[in-house]
C-alpha cells in the first residue's frame, strides 16, 4: 500500500468507453444537422457545449430510449472492469470526469457490471427537443467546455496527495498540467509528450493496471 493517497480521474468517451459515446448516439439518432456541428466544434468556431446541446436537441428520441439502445452500441474499454475492482482493493479513489451526458455514462457503467463509481458529467433531462442541460463543474474560465476537470480535480487534491489523470482528448490537456501523472492515447500523449509530463502511453486499461501494479515513481508504490 501507497504511503500517500492517490486519486486517480478517468476522461468518459474514448477513454473509460471504447467508443466516443456521445457521437456513436448523434450517428445512431442524430438528425440533418448534427454533423455540420461536429465540424463548426472541430474548427473551433462552436465550443463543445454548444455543439451537444444543439445536436440533441434535434433527436426526437428519449433519454431513456437512447440509455437502452447505446448498451448495444458502446462498451467499456477492455481491462477497465480489473482496474476498477484493482482501485477498490487498494483504496485508490476512481472517478469519472467528463464532458460527456450523465445518462449515458450511467447506462454503460450499470452494463458493466460496476457500481459506486463517482460520476463528474454533465446532467440533461426533459423531453426530446427540449432537453435541459445543467453543468455542476463549470467554472466561469471554463464555460465553453461545460465542466471543469482542473475543478474536479482541486477537489479531489483536497483528499489525496497524488493524482493520476487517464485520458485522450482536446478537453484533457488542461487537467494533464495539473496532473502528477497521466495516463495518456491520441491527442493527449501528443501534448504530454510537447510539454514533457510524467506520463507513459496506454491502449487499454490492462495497460494501466500493469503499470499500477509495478509501481509509478514518487506516485504510487504498491
Known amino acids: 500500500m501507497t504511503n500517500d493517497r492517490l486519486a486517480i480521474l478517468v476522461d468518459f468517451d474514448d ?32 465550443n463543445l457545449r454548444h ?3 444543439k445536436a440533441f436537441n434535434e433527436i426526437d428520441a428519449t433519454i431513456e430510449e437512447m440509455g437502452e439502445v447505446i448498451c ?25 470526469v467528463t464532458n460527456g451526458l450523465r445518462f449515458y455514462v450511467d447506462a454503460l457503467v450499470h452494463k ?52 493520476v489523470f487517464v485520458g485522450d482528448g482536446r478537453s484533457d490537456l488542461c487537467v494533464s498540467q495539473h496532473s502528477d501523472f497521466v495516463f495518456a492515447r491520441s491527442t493527449l500523449l501528443e501534448h504530454c509528450k510537447n510539454l514533457n509530463l510524467a506520463h507513459q502511453e496506454f491502449g487499454d486499461f490492462y495497460d494501466v493496471l500493469a503499470a499500477l501494479k509495478i509501481g509509478i515513481p514518487n506516485v504510487w508504490n504498491p
Not at 450517428?27 to 462552436?46: I, L, P
Not at 448495444?72 to 469519472?96: E, K, T
Not at 454533465?122 to 482542473?150: F, H, I
Request: proline share 4%; with cysteine.
Open 15 to 46: 477513454t473509460a468507453a471504447q467508443q466516443n459515446v456521445a457521437e456513436t448516439l448523434l450517428k445512431a439518432f442524430g438528425g440533418s444537422n448534427w454533423k455540420g456541428y461536429r465540424e463548426d466544434f472541430r474548427n473551433g468556431s462552436m
Open 112 to 163: 458493466a457490471g460496476l457500481k459506486n463509481i463517482p460520476a463528474y458529467a454533465v446532467n440533461v433531462g426533459g423531453k426530446p427537443g427540449n432537453l435541459q442541460y445543467s453543468y455542476p463543474y463549470a467554472t466561469k474560465d471554463c464555460w465553453e467546455w461545460g465542466n471543469c476537470k482542473c475543478k474536479v480535480l482541486e477537489e479531489h487534491r483536497e483528499n489525496a496527495s497524488k493524482i
Open 72 to 96: 448495444g452500441l458502446a462498451w467499456m474499454r477492455p481491462g477497465f472492469v480489473d482496474f476498477n475492482s484493482y482501485c477498490q482493493s487498494n483504496g485508490i479513489r476512481m472517478s469519472f
Open 51 to 53: 455543439y451537444q446541446e
